[in-house]
């Protein structure tokens, strides 16, 4: 089974930034969808945003547009989230996801993506 590693989580204050990044060894991520999902105490798993393949189209959680930007390197080896303007609500295990055949109608659905990253924690407080 494919899992991918996250990393780049860590503590920073209410309106600072932190830039999270997934990958998988050895596995180009070319040719499908990367979601980014969180989830809090409490709190049901929550879609953030999706870097759809080839065509570089993205989609946001209306939470988070303006503030996150989700990316992938020229490489096609990593996808990133930069979150900016962190908010407290912010914090949360954020999970990176790839989705083999993801279509518009599902990205929001954590059961539409078939690997997932262990998570990394993100808290955000002064």
């Known amino acids: 089974q494919l899992k991918f590693v996250e990393s780049g989580g860590g503590l920073v204050q209410p309106g600072g930034s932190l830039r999270l990044s997934c990958g998988a060894s050895g596995f180009t991520l070319a040719y499908y969808a990367i979601g980014w999902f969180r989830q809090a105490p409490g709190k049901e798993r929550e879609f953030v945003a999706t870097y759809r393949r080839n065509g570089g189209y993205t989609y946001y959680a209306d939470s988070v547009k303006g503030r996150f930007t989700i990316s992938r390197d020229n490489a096609k080896t990593a996808v990133y989230l930069q979150m900016d303007s962190l908010r407290p609500e912010d914090t949360a295990v954020y999970y990176c996801?790839?989705?083999?055949?993801?279509?518009?109608?599902?990205?929001?659905?954590?059961?539409?993506?078939?690997?997932w990253g262990q998570g990394t924690q993100v808290t955000v407080s002064s």
């Open positions: 996801a790839l989705g083999l055949r993801l279509i518009s109608s599902t990205l929001r659905n954590p059961s539409a993506y078939d690997y």
